[in-house]
């Protein structure tokens, strides 16, 4: 399996500008993660989903950070309009949830860099 | 809810040291332990696992055990790399309510040779 997929790996963009990070995650996985790393606040779990159905997105920072799982092999994070202190490597997970695999796995992650 | 305290880093460590890292956790019920680790420019990756209490996790000469008793679950390795340079995260994954990964801070390791 080629693990969790993210696209784009870099991302540079204006202020104002619509940014939108993407994510396959593991075939047969039914939950998906996206979290958010920088050095002021380490890891943040921004919002997840289990069989597509976003079950906590306390962690969305505001409104202007939105997240859609259409089908089970993709989901979308996006940030409208961005603004410079959203600069963060973004990481989704997958996992497949069972009483006997609990392991979650990562992606490489999206840097992002707005400007 | 629950939560993950790990030291502070970093730690610096020379090659063939003894590394500890300690992790408290607290948790209701019988939460499973992760130690993840990211390497520079990576996403994380498992390291090692425990499910109940008193399994001992271990990979890559790393090891960790569940001690319910102390909420603890502290990594340790008998004699580290250069390779072993990265930052580890402590994690608990609580079975009660809405299911996800808790994690720690993390914290960075870095060895000389």
């Known amino acids: 399996d080629a693990g969790v997929i993210q696209s784009p790996r870099h991302e540079v963009t204006e202020m104002g500008q619509e940014v939108t990070l993407r994510c396959k995650p593991i075939?047969?996985?039914?939950?998906l993660f996206w979290y958010r790393q920088t050095m002021m606040r380490g890891l943040e779990l921004l919002i997840y989903?289990?069989?597509?159905?976003?079950?906590?997105d306390s962690g969305m920072p505001e409104d202007r950070f939105s997240a859609k799982m259409p089908n089970a092999s993709f989901s979308t994070l996006k940030i409208q309009p961005s603004e410079p202190r959203d600069s963060a490597v973004y990481f989704c997970?997958?996992?497949?949830?069972?009483?006997?695999?609990?392991?979650?796995?990562f992606g490489p992650g999206t840097r992002l860099t707005v400007t | 809810g629950d939560s993950v305290t790990q030291m502070e880093g970093p730690v610096t460590l020379s090659e063939e040291a003894f590394l500890t890292i300690n992790c408290t956790y607290t948790?209701?019920?019988?939460?499973?332990l992760f130690w993840y680790v990211q390497y520079p420019g990576e996403g994380l990756q498992l390291l090692l696992k425990?499910?109940?209490?008193?399994d001992k996790g271990s990979n890559k000469g790393f090891e960790a055990t569940y001690r319910k008793e102390t909420t603890s679950f502290h990594l340790e390795k008998g004699s580290v790399q250069v390779s072993d340079s990265a930052v580890y995260f402590c994690?608990?994954?609580?079975?009660?309510?809405?299911?996800?990964?808790?994690f720690g801070t993390g914290t960075r390791l870095l060895v000389s040779p």
């Open positions: 075939s047969g996985h039914n939950s």
């Open positions: 994690a608990v994954w609580g079975n009660t309510g809405f299911q996800k990964l808790v």
């Open positions: 997970a997958s996992r497949f949830t069972s009483s006997d695999t609990d392991e979650q796995y």
């Open positions: 989903f289990n069989n597509n159905v976003p079950i906590d």
């Open positions: 425990a499910t109940k209490a008193d």
């Open positions: 948790a209701t019920g019988y939460p499973s």
